[in-house]
């Protein structure tokens, strides 16, 4: 086996400079391909996976899971390919010439799996698979057995002295035990394959606590009542994730640089919630979305008032006006707050702008969102009625100049032509920049959305 090679965090791309160890999906041992995915790393835009850039055994793996690597700073370490297969000894698989040809002629294909930042050539990705005689999938570098096929000093982690290995798939798993202090090895896991669940963990962390409880003691006071006494105690102190920090900076930059205003308005959408279901394309086509509707008058309306889709320059003395819009969608995620883009929103119809909403909704909760469409929004919409609130004092999304908010959709008792009639009413808010424009251009674009929100029909042969 010839001398290892080191792979490097490579430089991520969008001046990130580090990013967190999320999961392996190697072990040493393992016998890898160029390109095979290797971990999974979550950074200040999304959850990627890297691939190795080099084919043969894995010998070492550098940091645990949640650690913070540096762009640069060494990941794992790879030895040359294995010996061929026929001077391994007479415990060889039968089959094994045949399938380690086929793994040479996949590693010499080259790939086409490609991080920002070093790759190869073009052509498939590849897995991993597992060097005959390792142990199982899953283990941490630490808890991967020594073979004679490869000869890396390992021991096997045990509770109470007996090896077991413990299969958390899911790295949210692995972050919910480590935030509420629960070894998964304690875990009485009820998964499949025996995988430890949230359920099992926050099983685990409840037993827990009660134990504590039982166990100390309480202190009388003369009322007769117990009651807690001295300084609060700290549970835990959590590091802002790569995605946090980000989010942090942006917002305390807008807030610190931009003199907002804010102006709000109640819309009357009794009409456009009717119609809504008969704008399905086909008989088993779901209606479009009330954000896809809200983003696509949001569009027509900035058709208008283009200064509110535009961004001040880096110094602040000028203003950069484009030819279209590129929409940020605000979107609530598990990992904290994502704006996906969709770029030139403007040129898109009703129907393909309700499909792109739906497909980065997804990638965005998923964590799987591409980085390149989290940047260069020029206006943000938020539907921030999704999660149960009315209103809402947003932050632009810097280096934007404006962004519009929309609370719950929900019938009020309203007043039409002198009588009080439920009605569906949503509140719009519109936080604009005072430097690019005044309120009354600002009002005159909210206006010109609620326009078109009350009466739909005036604007059905350009939606």
Avoid at 337 to 349: G, N, Q, W
Wanted: hydrophobic content about 40%.
């Amino acid at each position: 086996m010839s001398a290892a090679q080191i792979f490097h965090l490579p430089d991520l791309g969008e001046g990130l400079t580090e990013a967190t160890l999320m999961r392996w999906l190697v072990a040493v041992g393992d016998e890898i391909a160029v390109d095979a995915p290797i971990a999974e790393v979550e950074t200040a835009k999304s959850v990627v996976e890297l691939p190795s850039p080099f084919g043969g055994v894995v010998t070492a793996l550098h940091g645990a899971e949640g650690d913070t690597i540096n762009t640069g700073a060494p990941v794992l370490e790879v030895g040359g390919q294995a010996a061929d297969d026929s001077a391994r000894g007479s415990h060889a698989d039968p089959s094994a010439p045949a399938e380690h040809e086929v793994y040479r002629e996949e590693e010499r294909a080259g790939s086409g799996n490609v991080l920002i930042g070093y790759g190869t050539g073009a052509g498939p990705a590849k897995g991993r698979r597992r060097r005959r005689g390792g142990s199982g999938a899953g283990l941490p570098a630490a808890a991967t057995p020594t073979s004679s096929a490869a000869p890396v000093a390992a021991a096997v982690e045990t509770v109470e002295d007996r090896p077991r290995t413990v299969a958390v798939r899911s790295p949210i798993v692995r972050r919910l035990a480590r935030e509420l202090g629960i070894d998964p090895r304690d875990v009485d896991p009820t998964g499949a394959d025996g995988a430890v669940t949230r359920a099992d963990v926050l099983r685990a962390a409840e037993a827990h606590t009660g134990a504590e409880t039982a166990g100390r003691a309480e202190i009388p006071n003369p009322g007769g009542s117990t009651a807690p006494h001295g300084p609060l105690g700290v549970l835990r102190t959590e590091k802002f994730s790569p995605l946090r920090k980000a989010v942090s900076a942006k917002l305390s930059r807008s807030r610190s640089e931009i003199p907002e205003a804010t102006v709000w308005v109640d819309a009357d959408i009794t009409e456009l919630w009717k119609l809504r279901g008969r704008m399905a394309s086909g008989e088993d086509e779901r209606p479009p979305s009330f954000t896809a509707l809200l983003a696509r008058f949001t569009l027509l309306a900035l058709e208008r008032f283009p200064l509110l889709a535009s961004r001040v320059g880096e110094r602040g003395d000028e203003l950069i006006v484009f030819d279209g819009v590129n929409l940020g969608i605000a979107a609530d995620t598990a990992r904290g707050l994502l704006v996906p883009v969709i770029p030139r929103a403007d040129t898109m119809p009703l129907a393909r702008l309700d499909a792109e909403l739906r497909t980065l909704g997804a990638d965005a909760r998923s964590g799987r969102i591409p980085p390149e469409r989290l940047n260069g929004s020029t206006f943000t919409v938020n539907n921030y009625g999704s999660l149960g609130v009315d209103g809402s004092a947003a932050i632009i999304n810097h280096p934007e100049v404006a962004i519009l908010g929309a609370g719950r959709a929900i019938e009020r008792p309203w007043v039409v032509g002198g009588e009080i009639v439920p009605r569906r009413i949503v509140q719009l808010s519109l936080v604009f920049d005072h430097r690019v424009c005044d309120g009354g251009y600002a009002a005159g674009f909210l206006r010109s959305v609620v326009d078109l929100l009350e009466q739909p029909l005036s604007a059905y042969s350009r939606v």
